[in-house]
């Protein structure tokens, strides 16, 4: 059975969106988040071209289209550069291998914290 969050947990979280980012610590956000996106679409790329070595018959186009839509879908969600979500998309990233918590260096500890916290919810 699940446990409700600590409630001092819950006002830890919900002070997130309030985090204050520094010029550097933007930067070193965006490095991160576009070296990610990059490493995922990549991936992508060599899956949709072995996919498509395979098509045989017209209709697995279509399948192939279905497929190409509903990871666009999960990208646009899971890759969400908003600061008051980045606390929230960097943990995904990490939790998903899409990140790396060394790609985070220079990020002040508050914000760190945060992330391998939720990375171990």
């Known amino acids: 059975m699940a446990s409700l969050p ?3 947990a819950q006002d830890r979280y919900t002070t997130m969106p309030s985090l ?3 010029p550097a610590e933007k930067a070193i956000a965006r490095k991160a988040f576009d070296a990610a996106l990059q490493r995922e679409l990549a991936a992508l790329i060599r899956q949709v071209k072995e996919m498509a070595a395979k098509i045989e018959e017209p209709s697995k ?3 192939l289209e279905y497929y190409l839509s509903k990871r666009r879908q999960e990208i646009n969600r899971r890759y969400d550069y908003r600061y008051s979500v980045l606390i929230s998309v960097f943990a995904d990233l990490i939790r998903h291998g899409q ?3 060394e790609e985070l ?3 002040g500890q508050d914000k760190l914290g945060y992330i391998l916290g939720l990375v171990r919810l």
Do not use: A, F, T
């Open 6 to 8: 600590r409630p001092e």
């Open 20 to 22: 204050k980012w520094s």
């Open 61 to 63: 186009l279509w399948d």
């Open 99 to 101: 990140l790396r918590e």
């Open 105 to 107: 260096h220079g990020l």
